[in-house]
T-cell receptor
Framework: AQSVAQPEDQVNVAEGNPLTVKCTYS??????LFWYVQYPNRGLQFLLK??????LVKGSYGFEAEFNKSQTSFHLKKPSALVSDSALYFC??????????FGKGTRLSVIA | ETGVTQTPRHLVMGMTNKKSLKCEQH?????MYWYKQSAKKPLELMFV???????ENNSVPSRFSPECPNSSHLFLHLHTLQPEDSALYLC?????????????FGPGTRLTVT
């Protein structure tokens, strides 16, 4: 069965600094990988995905993620953090016909 | 907004009540999903419908009963719930159920069972 791990419950970063939110996964086949963000009292919003092709994926709001097959990772990055990026971030994975599995989430706090 | 609406946004119900949650998507999608989001737990998939057919029931107790009358509407019928069922219930849709398309989420219904 597939699984996804977000090793950090909380990430704190100063505004203007680069940010990284970590995600590792385990699947039996080729992974479909997603990042979602959740703001308070809202549903999840799609940021970006990797299905196939270029390992570096660019998404909404200046976010990007790199698919690393050898390390089974899909870390979310942004070169310069904004206070408005503060939210809960979820990594998700599936393979083939299996349902999407979400990580437990990482709370990002960007400090002015 | 995401094009997925959910009503009501908040619901308080007793354990003997019967209520229903409604989800509607305006995106022309063919797959719809129910998720449960509890504090300190990962998002839990409950049900999946693809082209109005239920394709996934993730061992959900029978006190939760889904209904998908068409590709735009999804309901979750609730009866004799337990306090541990209190959570945020999220509806989502995607172009289809193949898994390559991202999901669009509604704002959720915050359910409290007393």
């Amino acid at each position: 069965a597939q699984s996804v791990a977000q090793p950090e419950d909380q990430v704190n970063v100063a505004e203007g600094n680069p940010l990284t939110v970590k995600c590792t996964y385990s699947v039996s086949g080729n992974p479909y990988l997603f990042w979602y963000v959740q703001y308070p009292n809202r549903g999840l919003q799609f940021l970006l995905k990797y299905i196939t092709g270029d390992n570096l994926v660019k998404g909404s709001y200046g976010f990007e993620a790199e698919f690393n097959k050898s390390q089974t990772s899909f870390h979310l990055k942004k070169p310069s953090a904004l206070v408005s990026d503060s939210a809960l971030y979820f990594c998700a994975v599936r393979d083939g016909n299996t349902p999407l599995v979400f990580g437990k989430g990482t709370r990002l706090s960007v400090i002015a | 907004e995401t094009g997925v609406t959910q009503t009501p946004r908040h619901l308080v119900m007793g354990m003997t009540n019967k209520k229903s949650l409604k989800c509607e998507q305006h995106l022309g999608h063919n797959a719809m999903y129910w998720y449960k989001q509890s504090a300190k737990k990962p998002l839990e998939l409950m049900f999946v419908y693809n082209f109005k057919e239920q394709t996934e029931n993730n061992s959900v107790p029978s006190r939760f009963s889904p209904e998908c009358p068409n590709s735009s509407h999804l309901f979750l019928h609730l009866h004799t719930l337990q306090p541990e069922d209190s959570a945020l219930y999220l509806c989502a849709s995607s172009r289809d159920g193949t898994g390559i398309y991202e999901q669009y989420f509604g704002p959720g219904t915050r359910l409290t069972v007393t």
